[in-house]
């Protein structure tokens, strides 16, 4: 790299960064905010509250309420069990898991919205995409379209799951 270009983005950068890694006990409650570099929350159980300005989260292995907030940056969950809430303005919602029968909410302004459930679930399902497709794999229990809305169900629907994005698509596999 060029030396003049690498002291430009030093200098416009917002200066030295550093890698933070903090260890809690395995059953935890967390509330981590970060601005501009990735943010990983690997193996805790409890109530976990992510929030990213400009970066993307990781979350793998954790069990419990759990928040995940960012503006401008992909929301990645691996093997998550819990009551579920993200929220993205721009990038993609990755999750693989098991949701509780609470209501779970997965929204995006501009990005694509992936769930692949594991085990048994027992959830209602409100799925709404304004320029984008809604894929289900298999067929919700009672699929139909409702005021823009693809509706269905898991199981007997005791538990909510919302996903809404404006501009991507929908995937859920069971």
Same mark, same amino acid.
């Given at each position: 790299?060029?030396?003049?270009?690498?002291?430009?983005?030093?200098?416009?950068?917002?200066?030295?960064?550093?890698?933070?890694?903090?260890?809690?006990?395995?059953?935890?409650?967390?509330?981590?905010?970060?601005?501009?570099?990735?943010?990983?929350?690997?193996?805790?159980?409890?109530?976990?509250?992510?929030?990213?300005?400009?970066?993307?989260?990781?979350?793998?292995?954790?069990?419990?309420?759990?928040?995940?907030?960012?503006?401008?940056?992909?929301?990645?969950?691996?093997?998550?069990?819990?009551?579920?809430?993200?929220?993205?303005?721009?990038?993609?919602?990755?999750?693989?898991?098991?949701?509780?029968? =609470?209501?779970?909410?997965?929204? @995006?302004? &501009? !990005? #694509? *919205?992936? %769930?692949? /459930?594991?085990?048994?679930?027992?959830?209602?399902?409100?799925?709404?995409?304004?320029?984008?497709?809604?894929?289900?794999?298999?067929?919700?229990?009672?699929?139909?379209?409702?005021?823009?809305?693809?509706?269905?169900?898991?199981?007997?629907?005791? =538990?909510?799951?919302?996903?809404? @994005?404006? &501009? !991507? #698509? *929908?995937? %859920?596999? /069971?």
């Amino acid at each position: 790299m060029n030396p003049f270009l690498g002291w430009l983005l030093y200098i416009f950068s917002g200066g030295p960064r550093v890698n933070i890694t903090v260890s809690v006990p395995n059953e935890a409650d967390l509330d981590i905010e970060n601005h501009f570099e990735r943010t990983t929350v690997t193996g805790v159980k409890g109530t976990i509250k992510v929030e990213s300005y400009t970066a993307p989260l990781k979350i793998r292995d954790c069990e419990g309420m759990i928040a995940a907030r960012t503006k401008a940056g992909e929301v990645e969950m691996e093997n998550v069990v819990g009551t579920v809430s993200v929220r993205n303005a721009t990038g993609s919602i990755r999750f693989s898991g098991s949701l509780f029968k =609470g209501e779970n909410w997965f929204g @995006t302004q &501009t !990005g #694509n *919205i992936e %769930l692949e /459930l594991r085990c048994e679930q027992d959830l209602a399902v409100e799925a709404s995409s304004r320029l984008g497709r809604i894929t289900c794999t298999p067929e919700l229990i009672d699929a139909h379209y409702e005021h823009g809305q693809h509706v269905g169900r898991i199981g007997s629907g005791a =538990g909510k799951l919302i996903l809404e @994005t404006k &501009t !991507g #698509n *929908i995937v %859920l596999r /069971l």
